[in-house]
Every structure is written in structure tokens, then in C-alpha cells.
């Protein structure tokens, strides 16, 4: 049914559907326009909502930092460093490694969004950089500067720096930066994120630091270090390892190699490392005895101390507390005296280098209890007697070489088979075949 209406009355039919409405065209055309108007309306004040926060976020993002905020910042730094016993007033010395790391901090408005904790995290990376790029010394007179900077310096988060790891908490307990063309000195702004720092790698660089400057003093507070790779740099010391280092008392691995270390070892820094796996001190000018304290070194995995002037008694494998023992490089020192039988007690031991070592006695019996050894290097000695036949029980052995030394007899065929078997890349028997037959299974005669 339809009701009678003018022409200018629109005429509606109802479905069984309220939904469902057969609108004439006019009368949609109005709807619409009322709606649009509503709701250009509402998108009006969102938009105008919007432009206000964004206004206000950005006038608060582009404003400076006030005066106030930045010496609040100071005297917050300052305290940290007065704590710590470190000089806080080179904060206030123009062109200094630290009043350059506080006048990056503070020019970043975001400052105003990290708490304490990351405004000490990122003072402290910023000295290690501008203390370590581009810092001239006798040994660099022309640095380079870093290798790789990727991040560092920038508004981006510290932990997604180049060589940067950090923890769930976004607290710093990684630094790797190793190889990376680092001159000048560790500085000791690194004790303000010592309590989550746990490795450091600063292998191969140009860090030139001298004990006698108190350039290791801070490491006296890294007591969390569990790692410490310093190996190929210009690290001096002429009172051995510097005493500083035996505040690490939780430090597993320590590498110093090739460095300009000095003097005798202090046998009190070994009773402190209770729980090292890995000690390297090669290629430095160390003297004196090595510590008694090494051979107490229970979790002791690696023991390299190549290429110094150290007198070695090789009594302290006696202990027999090295059971974890996998490898020992002992070269180019003086050994005194004859390898002891109870190195058959260093049943874990798979690589062994005593060579140019003024060895004297003959080679234990006992070595043929080492089941895992594989690599013996004893060359350069003044050993005697004849190669064990119990060595034939070595069923891995890649090398062994005993040239340069008076041994004698018929290297035990058994040897042989067991080296030319092995499928390392550089397996080696060498010997002094003239008087040490060996001519027709060694890989190099002497």
C-alpha cells in the first residue's frame, strides 16, 4: 500500500526488514550530506587533538636542555665518580676525554628519558671512545681511529652499538673491540657499569698503558670481570702482571700475550684466580719463577706462558689438583730439571709444548697414560734415552717431535702408524734420524 502524498513528498515502501529501506534518491542525498557534516566534524577535532599533542611532544622534543637540567646531570655524574674515587673534576676541564662525553650526554634532548642507571651507562662508553679514538702515543703517532663505530655515538641505544651485548635489562655486560684500531688508555669510567660488566675484548689494538702511571689502578674495582682479553698491544709493567688485577676475583679467562709485561709474577694474584680455565702471558719479558699457586689452579684448561725468561719447575704438575688441564705451552723458558712422572696424572691433557727449554732426563713412562694427548712438541731439549714404546697407546697422536735433542734407539713403529694415520692437516714425526732411527716412517728428519 502506498500513501497519496505531493511531489515533493518521497514515497518509502517497508520491508519485512526494518533494515532493509528503498530510499528515493533525494532523500539518500540528504542523509549522506548530514553524515558527512557529522562526521567531517569529528575528524576536525581528532586532527586538531593530534596537531596539538604532536606541537607540544615536538616543542618539548626541540627545546635544549636547560641549564639547570645540565648541572643536575654534572652533579649526578660527579657524585657517581666521586664514589668510585675517580677524579670528577676533569668533568669541568674543557677538552677533556670526560667534559667531551658530558657535552655529547647533554646534547641530546632524550636524555631527559633515560634514568640514572643508562645516563652512567652511556657517560661511561662515551669516555672509552673519545680516551680511545684517534689518541696519539709513541707507538701510534698517527692513529687512524676506529675501524668500525657503528652506532656509537648516536641517539640509537647503546646496546645496539658495534660490540655491544647487553642483558635483559638493557644493562651493558659485553664489550667486544677487539682488532678495531683503538690507540690511548682503557679509561676508568669503565667501574660505572662495572657491576653488570662481565667481558672485555680489546685484543690487537694500539692501547698504550703504563703501570707506573696508575693506568691499571681501576681494575681494582672490576671484581665482576669473568673475562679479559688484552692479548697485542703496548700494556707495561715492569713489576710483572700489574697487582691491580688481583681485585678479579671472578675472572675465568685472562689473555695478556704479546705485550710489554716486566719482571716477576706475583704468586698472590694466582691465589686470587680461583677460578680460571684460560691464562696466557706469552711474547712478554717476564722473569723470575712461574708461582706455585699455578699448580692449585683446579679449573685450569689452558696454561700459555711461551716466550719469556721464566724459570720453570715443573713441580707444580705434582699438586695434582690439574686435572682439567687440556693444553700446555711451556717453550722458550728455562725448565729446570726432567719432566716428573706424575705428568701421567694430567689425564685430560691433549697438547703438550715444552721446546727450547733446557730439559734434561729422559721421557717418562708415564706419558703413555695420556690417553687423549695428541700433539707433543719436545724439541730443542737436551732429553736422553729412547722414545717410550708405551706411547704406542696414544691412539690419536698427529705430532710428535723430538729432534734436537740426545735421544737414541728406534722410534717404536707403532708411533708411526699411529701419525701417518691421522688426518690432521699438519700431523709431523720428526726426529734426529742419525741417531734415532726413524728414516722410513718420519715426516722430517733433523
Avoid at 722473569?287 to 711461551?306: F, H, I, K, N
Avoid at 706419558?367 to 722414545?387: E, F
Wanted: charged share 20%; proline share 3%.
Amino acid at each position: 500500500v502506498f500513501a497519496a502524498a505531493s511531489p515533493q513528498v518521497t514515497y518509502v515502501s517497508k520491508m519485512m526488514n526494518p533494515a532493509d529501506e528503498i530510499v528515493s534518491p533525494d532523500m539518500y542525498d540528504g542523509r549522506r550530506r548530514r553524515r558527512n557534516y557529522l562526521i567531517g566534524g569529528a575528524a576536525a577535532v581528532v586532527v586538531l587533538i593530534i596537531v596539538i599533542s604532536v606541537s607540544v611532544s615536538l616543542s618539548r622534543r626541540s627545546s635544549s636542555i636547560s641549564s639547570n637540567e645540565i648541572e643536575d646531570i654534572r652533579a649526578m655524574i660527579k657524585n657517581a665518580m666521586d664514589k668510585e674515587g675517580l677524579d670528577a673534576s676533569v668533568l669541568d676541564q674543557s677538552g677533556t676525554y670526560q667534559s667531551t662525553s658530558f657535552d655529547w650526554l647533554v646534547g641530546n634532548v632524550e636524555i631527559r628519558d633515560y634514568d640514572r642507571s643508562q645516563i652512567l651507562q652511556r657517560f661511561s662508553l662515551g669516555a672509552i671512545y673519545y680516551s680511545t679514538n684517534r689518541i696519539a702515543s709513541i707507538y701510534s703517532p698517527n692513529p687512524q681511529g676506529w675501524l668500525n663505530a657503528q652506532g656509537w655515538m648516536t641517539n640509537e641505544h647503546e646496546c645496539g652499538w658495534q660490540g655491544i651485548s647487553c642483558n635483559e635489562g638493557l644493562k651493558v655486560n659485553g664489550i667486544d673491540l677487539g682488532e678495531n684500531g683503538l690507540t690511548g688508555k682503557v679509561p676508568p669510567e669503565l667501574v660505572l657499569i662495572r657491576e653488570h660488566l662481565e667481558y672485555l675484548d680489546l685484543t690487537t689494538n694500539e692501547l698504550f698503558m703504563k703501570e707506573s702511571d696508575g693506568d691499571f689502578e681501576f681494575f681494582e674495582k672490576m671484581s665482576d670481570l669473568q673475562t679479559l682479553l688484552m692479548d697485542d698491544n703496548y700494556l707495561e709493567s715492569d713489576d710483572g702482571i700489574p697487582k691491580n688485577f688481583a681485585a678479579m676475583v671472578n675472572i675465568e679467562k685472562i689473555r695478556l700475550s704479546y705485550n710489554l709485561f716486566a719482571g716477576q709474577l706475583d704468586n698472590y694474584l694466582f691465589t686470587q684466580w680461583t677460578k680460571l680455565t684460560h691464562l696466557e702471558m706469552e711474547s712478554n719479558f717476564l722473569t723470575g719463577t712461574l708461582p706455585e699457586a699455578v699448580g692449585e689452579l683446579t679449573d685450569l684448561v689452558y696454561l700459555y706462558v711461551r716466550r719469556n725468561s721464566l724459570e720453570i719447575n715443573l713441580d707444580f704438575i705434582k699438586t695434582g689438583k690439574l686435572n682439567n688441564l687440556f693444553a700446555m705451552w711451556l717453550d722458550s723458558n728455562k725448565l729446570t730439571g726432567s719432566i716428573p712422572t706424575e705428568i701421567g696424572q694430567l689425564t685430560f691433557l691433549a697438547s703438550l709444548s715444552m721446546t727450547n727449554a733446557t730439559l734434561t732426563g729422559t721421557i717418562p713412562t708415564e706419558m703413555g697414560l695420556l690417553t687423549d694427548l695428541q700433539r707433543i712438541w719436545l724439541y730443542g731439549n737436551s732429553l736422553t734415552g729412547t722414545v717410550p714404546n708405551e706411547l704406542r697407546a696414544l691412539d690419536t697422536l698427529e705430532v710428535l717431535e723430538v729432534q734436537r735433542n740426545e735421544l737414541t734407539g728406534t722410534m717404536p713403529n707403532d708411533i708411526c702408524v699411529r701419525v701417518n694415520a691421522a688426518t690432521y692437516t699438519h700431523k709431523s714425526l720428526a726426529a734426529d734420524c742419525g741417531e734415532l732411527s726413524c728414516e722410513d716412517c718420519c715426516t722430517f728428519c733433523d
